[in-house]
């Protein structure tokens, strides 16, 4: 079955980094657009970024993540440099086309900013 296991979590000061990695299973991992996701307390899961035929990123994030894959791995990252208190979130990743089709997710991963 599709699983997702998200992990690289943590508590980091303004201005710090931080790697999220996301091990994939249970498709064809190389076929498919892979995107991170965040939902930070009381608001909805939004779109970080997105690796498929192009990379794309949301308006709040450009400049400072970037997204990644290892196919041969099965495994999508994220690297979040110059973060700050708004992106405390929960981060999860997941096919980019469950926005249209629903799927399962993951257990996600916390990333709090904080001083």
């Known amino acids: 079955q599709v699983q997702f296991v998200e992990s690289g979590g943590g508590l980091v000061q303004p201005g710090g980094s931080l790697r999220l990695s996301c091990a994939a299973s249970?498709?064809?991992?190389?076929?498919?657009?892979m995107s991170w996701f965040r939902q930070a307390p009381g608001k909805e899961r939004e779109l970080v970024a997105t690796?498929?035929?192009?990379?794309n990123y949301a308006d709040s994030v450009k400049g400072r993540f970037t997204i990644s894959r290892d196919n041969a791995k099965n495994t999508l990252y994220l690297q979040m440099n110059n973060l700050k208190p708004e992106d405390t979130a929960v981060y999860y990743c997941?096919?980019?086309?469950?926005?249209?089709?629903?799927?399962?997710w993951g257990q996600g991963t916390q990333v709090t900013v904080s001083s």
């Open positions: 690796s498929g035929g192009t990379t």
């Open positions: 249970g498709f064809a991992f190389s076929n498919y657009g």
């Open positions: 997941n096919r980019a086309r469950v926005t249209i089709v629903p799927g399962p």
